[in-house]
């Protein structure tokens, strides 16, 4: 293992208290009002729960058949019924003819998920869901600016402040409701819990042990990083006062933020590969920020091999969540679904590179040199040994 280690995702969390960048961002959510949880998962809870008070005894709720399980343990919080729908080929978005067919009079609502930062197509998903009788809920919470904000193309739209999320604060979620009648059918939140001191010192330890040269110390603790497992929602607290004050001065910072340079370098180097990798960056959100660089390998094979080396390089490669929604541990029985070819496929070839404020351009230099070696480069195992010894 590299003592050298760029963690996957995410920027130092910088907390700065501004009354003022509050009440500039409600307006800048304008129509849409907003609700504050503890976590985007009961934020995405509390929004499906709104769907079903509406849905006059609707019960189903499509979700892709690859994401995060948080997705399915949000649903089953509110007393939905998930129903999982398989993915356009090479995309990571819910496939038109798939999402069609359970389409129905018990569809309460669908739920459109912008993976790593790549906004779903939500022109086709609201008139689809307009056709059902459904509600469309954009589920944002690895992209900032929501896709739909500007044009009010969905009923609720759901942001996490998590770690490692555009906008973070280390938890809290939000829902954006378009509708006020909508809104007065979101659940109330149970008291919150926090205070400045804790978060200070949470944040502080987080930007100390995400530095390349710490990094290695968590990866090594039994703390689950990374880890895709099932994990059943408990409750929805609100966000905690702190966390709110600090909310509108966290969008304001993040939005201030230079395009990612590296994403632009990596997308240029990448075009090298662009017979054997298919660069999901450039095909589906070209001028987009990203949470994490998707690429899709040749074969499941290859996309191990491409993850093992640049994590050895310590280079802060993912596989993400590794498989379709399925087939994560301790997901509870009876999920509907059918065989998901391409979220599988999808799942078995995904592999994400960094572009947080921390990597640079030696960074890049390195990824590409290992990624050609593992693709079979000449001279490349001269090539990912020296990748490797200079982590």
Known sequence: MSIGMLPPAGDPVVLGDDQAANARLWRQWLPYQPALYASGTAALAAAVTAALATGHGRTEVVLPGYGCPALVSAVLHAGGRPVLVDLEPERPWLSRQALEAVLGPRTAAVVAVSLLGIPERLAMLRKAADQAGALLIEDSAQAY?????????????????????????LGG???????????????????????????????????????PQLYWIPELLPLGLGETRYQPLHGLAAMDQVRQQLLGAAVERYLQQQEQRIRSLLGRR??????????????????????????????????????????????????????????????????????????????????????????????????????????????????????????
């Open 145 to 169: 600016p929501p896709a739909g904000l500007a044009n009010g193309s969905a009923d609720l739209v759901v942001l996490s402040l998590g770690r490692g999320k555009p906008v973070s604060l």
């Open 173 to 211: 979620g939000i829902v954006l409701c378009r509708d006020l009648r909508l809104a007065a059918r979101l659940p109330a939140p149970q008291p919150p819990a926090g205070s400045r001191w804790r978060l200070r010192a949470k944040a502080a330890a987080y930007n100390l042990l995400r530095r």
């Open 270 to 391: 990448l075009a090298g590969f662009a017979g054997e990798l298919v660069d999901l960056a450039a095909l589906c959100a070209p001028q987009r920020r990203l949470l994490r660089y998707p690429l899709l390998a040749p074969t499941p094979v290859l996309a191990d091999r491409l993850a093992q080396a640049l994590r050895r390089a310590g280079l802060g490669a993912t596989r993400m969540y590794g498989t379709a929604l399925p087939e994560v541990p301790g997901l509870p029985q009876g999920i509907a679904g059918g065989e998901l070819p391409q979220a599988r496929d999808f799942a078995a070839r995904l592999l994400t590179l960094p572009v947080h404020q921390g990597v640079t351009g030696v960074h890049v230099e390195r990824m590409l040199a290992v990624i050609g070696a593992v693709l079979g480069e000449p001279d490349g195992r001269r090539v990912e040994d020296w990748a490797e010894k200079q982590g």
